[in-house]
Structures are given as structure tokens and as C-alpha cells.
């Protein structure tokens, strides 16, 4: 023991303490209580550290144990101090046990980390605790000012989904100490910008601590997206100015009070652990056999042979009740210290696997439906993972929204041009009923996009064919190769005025079919900026220009803008857009009940038989409200060539057509019977 352990351990008073809750809790001034689970170690320590310098102070053996808990009561820690633990047992990674007494772990319930967890080949090797961030011991109390969460309901949610430091590292009125971080998030600046925009919710890529890969490391690249979790609870480090925890709640204060939503994207399918030759930084090395998923041969387990649903070389075991605990701890820690809203599942699908097999009835939803904080949150699932059957679109509860893959493809195909998509383009159009049944979900349980962060942004989808991910080292293997897009004549880039109308109006037909769409809105954030990203369409790893946001705008960059504005306006003032109760569906018997009719360009009726035409690309329906007869009138024309209208009925006017430059009529148009919609454009009528 060193000379500042023998120093300093005698002022440290230690008793038993209690098993419950897990993690550390402040029971005293000064007195901290620690709880650990580690089922299957001989022993436990906690390392104490220097706050400044990480110089240990002490190392205090854990004495109590009741049944799987490991726990202690330390007095006179100072405020400040860091920790860690070490376990001890046996190391046979064969039987799922991988203890090394020399080793450092990190606090799977740590609620603050004192720095960014990078990977460190050397410490790491050599067992230095330097290799691993700590936890810190911290009140943090904090002053909510009253504010309030904005509970925005389902049907009026625009999801506007950004990267902590993307939105800000390029913005000119950010001060550039608060780019990137999570005050640069809430920087009036950017509240100006979403509220003008109409967003309600900001959806955040993952912030709880996050390790980049060991191979990405060596590249010189990094896990820029963190979706590579070392810590459920702990925001990280990264993104803070001195403080993660306090400043991280000044963000979701700052948005509430601006009545903006917080949504976390959440990975809770694994960890930066990776497989059997990964790194031991915490849940291996406390209880490895417990947090991870293994298959199994001739009814034996081999703990060497991590299921990898996930793509990441391990997958949590969500049906194990301690892993179970640890994820429901950390929504509801989320939820009522952080004071988010509610969250985005990454990879959801593997969170309802039992028995490795998805089963909708999980009880990790169960859990969540009759949890009085959890099942009040906004639940958002990603509807797969990648492993065997892993595809759920649509079977997850009524009271989750789930990320509608066939919105992105169908309404990309139908724009690009592809034949013999009609059918499927209404249907998405009016809330992909034919995967959320009418009568047991609302349409809100779809979350329509054109976009995400992993994939094509808006103006990539109009200007490139194929993708271009040269410079995440992988010679362009990784990423999806079905990206549906155009480039209209030319492979990125291009000061071609035709070429660029082209480009704007598809964007303009992208925009307006999403934003007219029946469900939940989720835009990624930059598109309306006409944000590129060179054509990458997987940049995980890339940490720079690529990937952040570029506010200075040309002139048709503005005019895509303010259309994206208005359209969202628009939305906002028909309720019909947010949320249609056709009359024949019972799921909701109250509130306002509408009718939907479908035509042809005639000005006719819709036939069963012209829904089967491929090469009609031409889509016109009303919705009307029942009781006071007012209604719209939608007419998208995917169609090489302009078509003449009949208008059904009279007195129409015209609410904007994608056609003009900047996709909004100056004044309302009167239009008698007849109207020319253009080629590749929208137009609506009220």
C-alpha cells in the first residue's frame, strides 16, 4: 500500500451500510453509502482518488454483503473525491468469470465520470488505474427555477433529432467556449431557431459516457456518435464546459422553459466492452455471466461466445433481473433527476428478447407499462436489431412510437420516380394503417422520416447516387447501399442552375410529404439547413465538418429553409395534419371524426382498380371534417409530365404548390374547377 493510502485510510470511517439502492448515496454530510452488485466475487474494494491528479487516497475492502450486494458506509469523504472498485475472484473466462483484483472498474451506477473514457492501449495493458475515468463523489444540487416538463402529446410531437457537439461547433452566435457542449445546446441562438422552425422535441444521439473503439482509436478516428456505452448514467464528459451533470440540467431547464422536449437516444443493448477479446472496464468485471447474452451449446453455456444481436461483439442480457434493474434505474434517474422527456431505444428489439427471441409481451414492457414514471415518458423504439429475427416493425406496445422504416423507402421511391409504388405511398401517407391497425394504435405510433443520422442527409438523398465512406477506413464497405436517391445528372456537388431547381424541388417533394404525413414527425436537424455530408452516409467516426452543421446559408439554402418553416406552420394549424379519426375506427370514439376520399385527376372517384396501375404516379385525396365540412385537398404528382386537374367541387384556394422556387404561394390562389399541376410537385388546397 502507498504512502498515501496508509496516510489517509485511518481517517476514513467504514461500516456496513446498506445493499440498497445500488451505486453510491449521500446519507450524511460527508457519509456516503456504497451498494454493488457482484454475485459471483470473493471480494470487493473501492479505490478512493484525488480529485485533481486521480493520486489514490485509499482502498477500503468491502466487509457487508447480503445476497448479491456488496455494500459499505464510508464517512469524511470529502467532496469531490473519486473512486473506482476492484473485484476479486476467479478469472475463468470459460465459466463466465473474469475477476482481476489488479484491475479498476468503473461503477456501472456512477452517476458523474470525471473526464472522457478513452481508450489507452498501454495503461490498459499494464493495469494502470489511469487507463479508466472515475467516478465523482457530488451532490450536484440544482435549482429547477420551477420549470416544468412541456408534455406535448403524441399527435403534435415534431422530433428534431441533433448531435450535442455537431449543432453548435460551427455556429457563428455561439461563443465558441459553449460550442459543443450541452450549454451550446441551449444557447438562445438555437432555442430561436427550433421555435421558429416549430420543432417540440429534441431528440439527442446517446450522451450517457461512451468509449470509442479500440480500432477506431488506432485509425486516428473516434466513435463520434457514442453509441458505445461504458455508463448508463453519467453524462459524458465530453460535451461539458467544467461540470457534465449540472450544466447537462441547465440544457433541459433552459429548453423546457422555452416548452421544447428532451428525448435521449438510450443504447441499452451493449457496451463498449465488445466480445470475448474486448476490454474489462466495468459490467465484465463485476458480473459477466449476468449483464451479457451467451449462446449456448448442447444445453451449456459458453460464456466465451457472446450473442452479438447488436453488431458490437456483445449484447446485455435484458432479461436477467439485475440487468433489467440496472436499465429501468437508469430511465427513471433520467426521467426525474435529469428531467429529460423521454427516449429513443436504440436497436429496441434486442431489449425484448427472452429466451433470445423477441416477444412483444417482454417483461421489460411490462415493467415499463405499470411503472408510474416510466409509462408516462415518450417511448420510441428502433423496431430491429441485427440479429436473428430481428424485425418488429409495428409489434412493440400501443404506448410506444416505433421509427418507420417504410415511410423513409416509400416516399423516397415515389419522388426518385420508381414504378408501382402508388398504392404503398397513400397508405404511408395516412399512417401506415396496414402496420398500425386501426381500432388498437393510434397513427401516432409511427415516427415518419426521411431521414436519420445513420444514412443519407436531405440534400446527399437529391445530389449523390451512391455512397462515398472512403474516409471512415473501411473502402467504402460500411454503410447502406439501398439509399433510394438521385443525383440528378451529376455525382455530388454542382453549380448547375438546372441541376439545383431540380434538386431543391425534390427536396421541396421530400419536405412537404413528411411534414403532410399522418404520425410523428422526426427531422433530422441540419437538413432544413441544406446540410451535406459529402455523400457519407454513415459518419460515426467522423468528428469534424463533416458531420457538424453549417449555418451560413447561400440564398436557396434561405428560401429551403423558410418553406421547411412554413410548412411546419401549416401543420401546426390544421389538426387534421397532426391527428385524423376516420369514422370507422374505434381505437378514439371522441373528438373530431373525419372522412377520406380519394380521386383522379378528372375530379372522379378512386376505384379499386385504379390503385393497381403502375404507372399511375399521380395521388389526390380530401379529408374532411364531419362536422363542420371544412376539409383539404392533397394532389402529389410524381408524374414525368404535368397534369390537368378537375377539381372536385368549387371554391378552392391554394395553400402552396412545390412547384414555385419557393414552394408557397404569395397569396392564396382562387383556382374555378381546373389547375395544371406541374411535373414532380405537391400542391394543397383548402
Request: with cysteine; charged share 20%; hydrophobic share 35%.
Given at each position: 500500500?502507498?504512502?498515501?493510502?496508509?496516510?489517509?485510510?485511518?481517517?476514513?470511517?467504514?461500516?456496513?451500510?446498506?445493499?440498497?439502492?445500488?451505486?453510491?448515496?449521500?446519507?450524511?454530510?460527508?457519509?456516503?453509502?456504497?451498494?454493488?452488485?457482484?454475485?459471483?466475487?470473493?471480494?470487493?474494494?473501492?479505490?478512493?482518488?484525488?480529485?485533481?491528479?486521480?493520486?489514490?487516497?485509499?482502498?477500503?475492502?468491502?466487509?457487508?454483503?447480503?445476497?448479491?450486494?456488496?455494500?459499505?458506509?464510508?464517512?469524511?469523504?470529502?467532496?469531490?473525491?473519486?473512486?473506482?472498485?476492484?473485484?476479486?475472484?476467479?478469472?475463468?473466462?470459460?465459466?463466465?468469470?473474469?475477476?482481476?483484483?489488479?484491475?479498476?472498474?468503473?461503477?456501472?451506477?456512477?452517476?458523474?465520470?470525471?473526464?472522457?473514457?478513452?481508450?489507452?492501449?498501454?495503461?490498459?495493458?499494464?493495469?494502470?488505474?489511469?487507463?479508466?475515468?472515475?467516478?465523482?463523489?457530488?451532490?450536484?444540487?440544482?435549482?429547477?427555477?420551477?420549470?416544468?416538463?412541456?408534455?406535448?402529446?403524441?399527435?403534435?410531437?415534431?422530433?428534431?433529432?441533433?448531435?450535442?457537439?455537431?449543432?453548435?461547433?460551427?455556429?457563428?452566435?455561439?461563443?465558441?467556449?459553449?460550442?459543443?457542449?450541452?450549454?451550446?445546446?441551449?444557447?438562445?441562438?438555437?432555442?430561436?431557431?427550433?421555435?421558429?422552425?416549430?420543432?417540440?422535441?429534441?431528440?439527442?444521439?446517446?450522451?450517457?459516457?461512451?468509449?470509442?473503439?479500440?480500432?477506431?482509436?488506432?485509425?486516428?478516428?473516434?466513435?463520434?456518435?457514442?453509441?458505445?456505452?461504458?455508463?448508463?448514467?453519467?453524462?459524458?464528459?465530453?460535451?461539458?464546459?467544467?461540470?457534465?451533470?449540472?450544466?447537462?440540467?441547465?440544457?433541459?431547464?433552459?429548453?423546457?422553459?422555452?416548452?421544447?422536449?428532451?428525448?435521449?437516444?438510450?443504447?441499452?443493448?451493449?457496451?463498449?466492452?465488445?466480445?470475448?477479446?474486448?476490454?474489462?472496464?466495468?459490467?465484465?468485471?463485476?458480473?459477466?455471466?449476468?449483464?451479457?447474452?451467451?449462446?449456448?451449446?448442447?444445453?451449456?453455456?459458453?460464456?466465451?461466445?457472446?450473442?452479438?444481436?447488436?453488431?458490437?461483439?456483445?449484447?446485455?442480457?435484458?432479461?436477467?433481473?439485475?440487468?433489467?434493474?440496472?436499465?429501468?434505474?437508469?430511465?427513471?434517474?433520467?426521467?426525474?433527476?435529469?428531467?429529460?422527456?423521454?427516449?429513443?431505444?436504440?436497436?429496441?428489439?434486442?431489449?425484448?428478447?427472452?429466451?433470445?427471441?423477441?416477444?412483444?409481451?417482454?417483461?421489460?414492457?411490462?415493467?415499463?407499462?405499470?411503472?408510474?414514471?416510466?409509462?408516462?415518458?415518450?417511448?420510441?423504439?428502433?423496431?430491429?436489431d441485427v440479429g436473428p429475427f430481428g424485425y418488429h416493425l409495428g409489434q412493440f406496445p400501443a404506448n410506444w412510437s416505433e421509427l418507420n422504416d417504410k415511410c423513409r423507402d416509400t416516399f423516397r421511391a415515389?419522388?426518385?420516380?420508381?414504378?408501382?409504388?402508388?398504392?404503398?405511398?397513400?397508405?404511408?401517407?395516412?399512417?401506415?394503417?396496414?402496420?398500425?391497425?386501426?381500432?388498437?394504435?393510434?397513427?401516432?405510433?409511427?415516427?415518419?422520416?426521411?431521414?436519420?443520422?445513420?444514412?443519407?442527409?436531405?440534400?446527399?438523398?437529391?445530389?449523390?447516387?451512391?455512397?462515398?465512406?472512403?474516409?471512415?477506413?473501411?473502402?467504402?464497405?460500411?454503410?447502406?447501399?439501398?439509399?433510394?436517391?438521385?443525383?440528378?445528372?451529376?455525382?455530388?456537388?454542382?453549380?448547375?442552375?438546372?441541376?439545383?431547381?431540380?434538386?431543391?424541388?425534390?427536396?421541396?417533394?421530400?419536405?412537404?410529404?413528411?411534414?403532410?404525413?399522418?404520425?410523428?414527425?422526426?427531422?433530422?436537424?441540419?437538413?432544413?439547413?441544406?446540410?451535406?455530408?459529402?455523400?457519407?452516409?454513415?459518419?460515426?467516426?467522423?468528428?469534424?465538418?463533416?458531420?457538424?452543421?453549417?449555418?451560413?446559408?447561400?440564398?436557396?439554402?434561405?428560401?429551403?429553409?423558410?418553406?421547411?418553416?412554413?410548412?411546419?406552420?401549416?401543420?401546426?394549424?390544421?389538426?387534421?395534419?397532426?391527428?385524423?379519426?376516420?369514422?370507422?375506427?374505434?381505437?378514439?370514439?371522441?373528438?373530431?371524426?373525419?372522412?377520406?376520399?380519394?380521386?383522379?385527376?378528372?375530379?372522379?372517384?378512386?376505384?379499386?382498380?385504379?390503385?393497381?396501375?403502375?404507372?399511375?404516379?399521380?395521388?389526390?385525396?380530401?379529408?374532411?371534417?364531419?362536422?363542420?365540412?371544412?376539409?383539404?385537398?392533397?394532389?402529389?404528382?410524381?408524374?414525368?409530365?404535368?397534369?390537368?386537374?378537375?377539381?372536385?367541387?368549387?371554391?378552392?384556394?391554394?395553400?402552396?404548390?412545390?412547384?414555385?422556387?419557393?414552394?408557397?404561394?404569395?397569396?392564396?390562389?382562387?383556382?374555378?374547377?381546373?389547375?395544371?399541376?406541374?411535373?414532380?410537385?405537391?400542391?394543397?388546397?383548402?
Amino acid at each position: 500500500m502507498s504512502n498515501g493510502i496508509a496516510n489517509t485510510a485511518p481517517l476514513l470511517k467504514t461500516v456496513a451500510g446498506h445493499s440498497s439502492p445500488l451505486g453510491p448515496t449521500n446519507v450524511a454530510k460527508s457519509c456516503w453509502n456504497f451498494a454493488v452488485f457482484a454475485p459471483d466475487a470473493s471480494g470487493l474494494t473501492l479505490c478512493l482518488y484525488q480529485p485533481d491528479t486521480e493520486e489514490i487516497l485509499a482502498e477500503l475492502p468491502f466487509s457487508a454483503r447480503t445476497g448479491s450486494i456488496w455494500h459499505m458506509q464510508v464517512s469524511d469523504i470529502s467532496e469531490g473525491t473519486l473512486y473506482a472498485l476492484k473485484a476479486d475472484g476467479v478469472n475463468n473466462s470459460s465459466a463466465g468469470l473474469r475477476f482481476d483484483n489488479a484491475r479498476v472498474l468503473i461503477d456501472p451506477y456512477a452517476r458523474k465520470l470525471n473526464r472522457a473514457q478513452v481508450w489507452q492501449r498501454e495503461q490498459y495493458q499494464q493495469k494502470s488505474h489511469l487507463a479508466l475515468a472515475k467516478g465523482v463523489l457530488d451532490n450536484n444540487n440544482f435549482d429547477w427555477q420551477k420549470s416544468v416538463k412541456p408534455n406535448i402529446s403524441r399527435e403534435k410531437t415534431v422530433i428534431y433529432e441533433a448531435h450535442v457537439k455537431g449543432l453548435t461547433m460551427l455556429h457563428p452566435e455561439v461563443p465558441e467556449a459553449l460550442r459543443g457542449t450541452y450549454l451550446g445546446v441551449c444557447h438562445a441562438s438555437v432555442i430561436h431557431h427550433l421555435k421558429q422552425l416549430g420543432i417540440t422535441t429534441l431528440q439527442l444521439l446517446p450522451v450517457a459516457a461512451f468509449m470509442a473503439e479500440p480500432r477506431l482509436t488506432g485509425l486516428g478516428l473516434t466513435n463520434y456518435w457514442g453509441y458505445n456505452p461504458v455508463n448508463f448514467f453519467a453524462p459524458d464528459p465530453r460535451y461539458q464546459l467544467e461540470d457534465a451533470v449540472a450544466e447537462f440540467k441547465q440544457m433541459v431547464r433552459t429548453l423546457h422553459q422555452h416548452g421544447i422536449e428532451v428525448i435521449l437516444d438510450v443504447v441499452f443493448n451493449h457496451s463498449a466492452e465488445a466480445g470475448d477479446d474486448g476490454p474489462v472496464l466495468s459490467f465484465r468485471g463485476l458480473a459477466d455471466r449476468h449483464y451479457y447474452l451467451f449462446h449456448s451449446h448442447a444445453d451449456m453455456v459458453d460464456y466465451q461466445n457472446y450473442c452479438n444481436f447488436t453488431g458490437c461483439g456483445n449484447t446485455l442480457n435484458i432479461a436477467n433481473p439485475a440487468t433489467q434493474q440496472l436499465v429501468m434505474d437508469a430511465l427513471r434517474y433520467w426521467l426525474t433527476e435529469m428531467q429529460v422527456d423521454g427516449f429513443r431505444f436504440d436497436l429496441a428489439v434486442t431489449l425484448g428478447r427472452e429466451n433470445k427471441r423477441f416477444n412483444p409481451f417482454a417483461s421489460f414492457f411490462q415493467i415499463i407499462a405499470q411503472d408510474p414514471v416510466l409509462s408516462k415518458a415518450k417511448l420510441i423504439a428502433e423496431p430491429w436489431d441485427v440479429g436473428p429475427f430481428g424485425y418488429h416493425l409495428g409489434q412493440f406496445p400501443a404506448n410506444w412510437s416505433e421509427l418507420n422504416d417504410k415511410c423513409r423507402d416509400t416516399f423516397r421511391a415515389f419522388w426518385r420516380g420508381d414504378k408501382g409504388v402508388l398504392a404503398e405511398f397513400a397508405t404511408r401517407l395516412l399512417g401506415s394503417r396496414d402496420i398500425f391497425q386501426k381500432h388498437h394504435k393510434p397513427a401516432s405510433c409511427s415516427v415518419n422520416y426521411l431521414t436519420y443520422h445513420d444514412g443519407f442527409t436531405l440534400e446527399d438523398v437529391v445530389s449523390y447516387s451512391d455512397k462515398h465512406n472512403e474516409q471512415n477506413a473501411e473502402q467504402n464497405r460500411d454503410g447502406h447501399s439501398h439509399n433510394l436517391s438521385c443525383n440528378h445528372g451529376v455525382e455530388g456537388a454542382s453549380n448547375d442552375p438546372l441541376i439545383l431547381a431540380r434538386r431543391y424541388q425534390h427536396k421541396r417533394n421530400l419536405a412537404a410529404t413528411l411534414l403532410l404525413s399522418q404520425g410523428i414527425v422526426h427531422w433530422l436537424g441540419g437538413d432544413e439547413l441544406s446540410h451535406t455530408q459529402g455523400g457519407n452516409n454513415n459518419a460515426y467516426c467522423q468528428d469534424n465538418p463533416i458531420s457538424w452543421l453549417n449555418w451560413q446559408l447561400d440564398g436557396q439554402q434561405q428560401k429551403f429553409l423558410q418553406f421547411v418553416r412554413q410548412l411546419l406552420q401549416l401543420r401546426k394549424k390544421y389538426s387534421c395534419l397532426q391527428q385524423i379519426s376516420l369514422q370507422d375506427d374505434h381505437y378514439q370514439l371522441h373528438g373530431d371524426k373525419h372522412q377520406v376520399c380519394w380521386f383522379l385527376a378528372d375530379g372522379t372517384e378512386k376505384q379499386q382498380h385504379d390503385w393497381h396501375d403502375p404507372e399511375r404516379a399521380i395521388c389526390i385525396f380530401r379529408i374532411t371534417h364531419r362536422q363542420s365540412g371544412k376539409a383539404l385537398l392533397f394532389v402529389f404528382n410524381g408524374a414525368e409530365q404535368s397534369v390537368a386537374l378537375t377539381l372536385p367541387a368549387r371554391g378552392w384556394f391554394r395553400l402552396f404548390d412545390t412547384a414555385h422556387n419557393d414552394g408557397l404561394a404569395t397569396k392564396n390562389s382562387d383556382a374555378e374547377s381546373d389547375y395544371l399541376q406541374a411535373a414532380h410537385s405537391i400542391s394543397v388546397w383548402q
